[in-house]
Structure formats: structure tokens, C-alpha cells
């Protein structure tokens, strides 16, 4: 019943999120006006805002002008509906939760802000970094100085891999990853950064031989680098366990 209500709770975050990626990136303001058709301007309305539902209900479609909606917003609530109530299942009910929920937000504004932009506005970096840096005061690593060494090595990493690239990968990427690294600290930091270019380099081999993309296409690396962090904070101590076990026996 409780993870029900974590589901529900996420898929009405997931809205609001939807809201914050769209419009903060154009500097507009995340409370008015209320949404709307982006071609008729159509406002909608209460019974057209249900997360998920209305979009099903509507088949995807505005109301009054029958432009097609995009599947980000539904896809944006439903997985962070579906993450807010596993999360519990990978870190527990303790304080790593509230933090996993945290990182959970910012990742799914990301996704939004990326996926239309290409852009991860400095707006939103800096308010998770407040809040990140008072829940790590509040509920420090061990030991607390991981935090400061990850963020570290977080932004230099990235920052070293955007210069030699030649500005292939955006800056907003090298300050989300110093970001990372201040939540999670130095070995969990570098495992997602593997993991992120790991489902980024499948996905893009995956485009190119679907034809989804085109050769040299810039594609977001922000919801990668989402997946890879997520997953590196929830399975990350048994990956780098399983990958010990491997090495040792190899040797």
C-alpha cells in the first residue's frame, strides 16, 4: 500500500518535473501560466492534467486541436512514479533514500531539459547543489571527505575528456558529473560515468543501425548519465564486488 503511494506521489512529482525541464531552460516561470496546447494555446484543464491517464484518455492528442502530444510527458511520470517507489527496495527507509528520491528528481528534470534542449540549465544544477550540500551535512558519507574528493574528480574527469574532445561533450555534463560525485562519492562517481558511456555507446550503435539518428548527430547524454548514476547508487557496491571476485579469479 505504501509503494502505491510512492507511485502515485512520483507520477504527480513526474508532472511537475515535466514543467520545471520544459520551462526553466527558457527562463520562464514554473508557475504561470497554467499549461497549454503549444499550437491552439488551448489551457488545460484540471481532468486533462492527470498524470498518465489523461494522456490515455486523450489518446494523445489535444483536445480541441488534435495536435499530438508528446510521450515525453507520460514517459516522465510513469518512470518516476516507478522509481519513487522502488527506490525504498535498493537503499531502505533510512536517510539514503531521501537522497536517492533527490538525485531521482534531478535526473528526471534532465531528462526532460535534455531531450527537448540538449541544454541542463545551471538553475537546476545549483538548486540540487543546495540541497545536496545540506543533506550531506545532515547525513555525511563515510567518511565525509568523499564527497568533497569526488566532486573533484567528478568535474575534472569530465572537464578532461570535454577539452580533448573538443567540446563533443557539453559542460553542463562535466557540472552534473561534480554534482555526482559530491552525492555519491569517488567510487560510485566513476562506476556510473563507465556505466553512463557504456548505455550511451550501445544505444547510439543501436540508432545508427535502426537509422534513428545520423552519423555525427549530437545525442543527450544526460539521460545516460542518469541511468548509469541510478544504477551505479542501487546495484553499484555488487557490481564493483562481482567485479573483484572476477579479477581475483582470473589471477
Excluded at 573533484?152 to 560525485?181: E, R, T, Y
Excluded at 549530437?218 to 542501487?234: C, R, V
Aim: charge should be positive; charged fraction near 10%.
Amino acid at each position: 500500500m505504501l509503494n502505491l503511494l510512492l507511485f502515485l506521489y512520483g507520477l504527480l512529482f513526474g508532472s511537475f518535473f515535466n514543467v520545471v525541464g520544459l520551462r526553466v531552460p527558457l527562463n520562464q516561470s514554473i508557475i504561470k501560466p497554467r499549461s497549454a496546447c503549444p499550437k491552439c494555446g488551448h489551457q488545460l484543464r484540471s481532468w486533462e492534467l492527470i498524470p498518465v491517464v489523461s494522456y490515455v484518455v486523450l489518446r494523445g492528442k489535444c483536445r480541441v486541436c488534435g495536435t499530438r502530444i508528446s510521450p515525453i510527458y507520460p514517459i516522465t511520470e510513469l518512470i518516476t512514479g516507478i522509481l519513487f517507489a522502488l527506490a525504498p527496495f535498493f537503499v531502505g527507509w533510512g536517510s539514503e533514500l531521501i537522497v536517492a528520491w533527490t538525485l531521482i528528481s534531478l535526473f528526471m528534470i534532465i531528462f526532460v531539459s535534455d531531450i527537448h534542449y540538449m541544454l541542463i540549465p545551471d538553475k537546476i544544477l545549483l538548486f540540487f547543489a543546495g540541497v545536496f550540500l545540506l543533506e550531506r551535512l545532515i547525513w555525511p558519507l563515510a567518511p565525509w571527505w568523499d564527497s568533497l574528493l569526488g566532486a573533484a574528480a567528478g568535474f575534472l574527469l569530465l572537464a578532461l575528456i570535454s577539452f580533448l574532445s573538443k567540446g563533443g561533450m557539453g559542460f553542463g555534463d562535466v557540472k552534473l558529473f561534480g554534482l555526482i560525485g559530491f552525492v555519491v562519492g569517488t567510487r560510485l562517481m566513476l562506476l556510473s560515468f563507465f556505466l553512463a558511456t557504456l548505455f550511451g555507446a550501445v544505444f547510439g550503435i543501436l540508432a545508427l543501425l535502426l537509422k534513428l539518428v545520423k552519423r555525427r548527430e549530437p545525442i543527450p547524454f544526460g539521460p545516460f548519465i542518469a541511468i548509469g548514476t541510478l544504477t551505479a547508487n542501487f546495484y553499484g557496491n555488487q557490481l564493483i564486488d562481482l567485479y573483484l571476485k572476477f579479477i581475483t579469479a582470473g589471477l
